[in-house]
């Protein structure tokens, strides 16, 4: 059979690789969320996840959409930042609403306190959404004036990847401060290695701007020294280090 005559099966075929890289790269990287969310929900407990980690990647994802208006890439990236906001936005809410019902007589903070020592650390959900609605309100007016500048464009592009890159970094303290990896998925850390590596590649191949490959190599690094704190802190268990009680530090919101 001559090649040309496997045309009709190879574009089809390429065709549907294509479909599928794009459809793992938009719904991918909300997957090593589920395990985290059912022990939250299962064990009522959300003290060994972060939510500062659900901070990095609302902040990354809310940039990169403004970095699209600036510079077009490929449309998979732009749906999965807006996939993963709405699913960080649930993260939040399950966490925030697990963490009021553990507390007792705790007062209540709110966004609207202006409280830098109990930044990140509120009582409401809604009081969340106020925050992003601000920081996203306040970064689109700005990306709003300088868009014709590419400088200003480029700058922004890697804002948004280097805070992306900065993911794990959380995790990463939040395991070292509790010389344990208790309360944190592991099945999160190992997906997150995995689709940090399919990434990587996508972005290589398909010669996406350069900050997101930057993004995705400092994003695997990161995901091996945290499963290095896996394998570290179960074979060599060691002595938490006590804190001095303080409001932003004894909770894990």
């Known amino acids: ?39 939250i929900r299962r064990t009522q407990n959300a003290e060994g996840f972060s939510t500062y980690v659900c901070l990095v990647l609302l902040v990354a994802n809310i940039l990169r959409i403004l970095f699209w208006f600036g510079r077009r890439f490929e449309s998979p990236l732009l749906w999965q930042s807006i996939i993963m906001i709405i699913t960080m936005l649930l993260m939040l809410k399950l966490c925030t609403e697990v963490r009021v019902s553990n507390e007792l007589n705790v007062k209540r903070r709110s966004f609207a306190d202006f409280d830098l020592n109990y930044f990140w650390h509120w009582s409401k ?52 401060q509790n010389r344990s990896t208790e309360g944190m998925s592991i099945k999160m850390v190992l997906m997150w290695s995995s689709g940090d590596t399919f990434k990587t590649v996508y972005f290589i191949l398909n010669q996406a701007p350069f900050q997101f490959s930057i993004c995705g190599l400092l994003q695997v690094f990161v995901d091996i020294a945290i499963l290095l704190q896996v394998y570290l802190y179960s074979h060599y268990p060691q002595k938490p280090v006590s804190h001095t009680a303080h409001p932003a530090s004894t909770k894990a919101l």
Request: charged share 10%; glycine share 10%; proline share 5%.
């Open 125 to 176: 959900f809604t009081d969340y959404v106020q925050c992003v609605l601000t920081f996203t309100g306040v970064t689109g007016y700005i990306t709003y004036l300088w868009l014709d500048s590419s400088l200003f464009v480029e700058t922004l592009g890697f804002l948004a990847v280097f805070t992306e890159a900065m993911l794990g970094v959380p995790q990463l303290y939040r395991n070292y």
């Open 1 to 39: 059979m001559e090649p040309g005559g496997l045309e009709w099966l190879l574009v089809p075929m390429q065709q549907l690789v294509s479909w599928g890289a794009a459809g793992a790269m938009v719904f991918g990287g909300v997957v090593p969320y589920i395990p985290q969310y059912r022990d």
